[in-house]
């Protein structure tokens, strides 16, 4: 099985409340990541976790946590949600070095 | 600035007709490169890669090419069908601590028609 899950598929939330979203994996990799997709732009990669060790792009590094409690989940939690998060989340894996990544079907968040 | 970039957003094809997608990059350090396939609401999916110790790699109806020394890489769809028609993403990938960083450039449309 090379799919990779994620939930919901799609998520309405409130300007200032929080969102966790949901991504596993079966495939025993190493490494998940988190994309930030918006129409006409290019896939942003927000964080990755190898093992247990979280990475965080500096650029979001404030906006987005995650949490990896076994090889199979991880999530991304935002805090506070404000209009501009309004996109789709890629989650992905790989197994780690330099394997491809397997991306999951997204999950489309709208902040109203 | 964007490290990875597909300067035309669209493409149309006739069936039959070979597909051409390009792609460049800036990061000399980029040592790993990718197609991607997405459909509308659907996850990229991967078609094909090239390390850059090659300069091409065929499969099937796919090859890419690698120009290291014009930090271009393309991706030919020889025979395009209808069923190619999809948003194509390129993406490379430099080492960063061991791990898969892949950096997506904005994606072509691909249209093509019968």
């Known amino acids: 099985d090379t799919t990779v899950k994620q939930n919901p598929r799609y998520k309405l939330a409130r300007v200032g409340k929080p969102v966790n979203l949901i991504c596993s994996q079966t495939?025993?990799?190493?490494?998940m990541y988190w994309y930030q997709k918006k129409p006409n732009q290019a896939p942003k990669l927000l964080l990755f976790y190898y093992d247990k060790i979280l990475n965080r792009e500096a650029d979001t590094f404030e906006k987005f946590q995650s949490s990896r409690p076994n090889n199979s989940f991880c999530s991304l939690y935002i805090g506070s949600a404000g209009l501009e998060y309004s996109a789709m989340y890629l989650c992905?894996?790989?197994?780690?070095?330099?394997?491809?990544?397997?991306f999951g079907p997204g999950t489309r968040l709208t902040v109203l | 600035g964007q490290q990875v970039k597909q300067s035309s957003p669209s493409l149309t094809v006739q069936e039959g007709g070979i597909s051409i997608l390009n792609c460049d990059y800036e990061?000399?350090?980029?040592?790993?490169f990718a197609w991607y396939k997405k459909y509308p609401d659907n996850s990229p999916t991967l078609l094909i890669s090239?390390?850059?110790?090659?300069d091409k790699r065929e499969d099937g109806r796919l090859t890419v090419f690698l120009n290291k020394s014009g930090k271009h890489f393309s991706l030919h769809i020889t025979a395009s069908q209808p069923e190619d028609t999809a948003v194509y993403l390129c993406?490379?990938?430099?080492?960063?601590?061991?791990?898969?960083?892949?950096?997506f450039g904005q994606g072509t449309v691909l249209s093509v028609i019968p």
């Open positions: 993406a490379a990938v430099g080492a960063t601590g061991g791990n898969n960083k892949l950096t």
């Open positions: 990061n000399d350090m980029f040592d790993y």
């Open positions: 992905a894996s790989s197994r780690g070095g330099r394997d491809e990544q397997y």
């Open positions: 090239v390390r850059s110790n090659v």
């Open positions: 495939m025993n990799h190493d490494t």
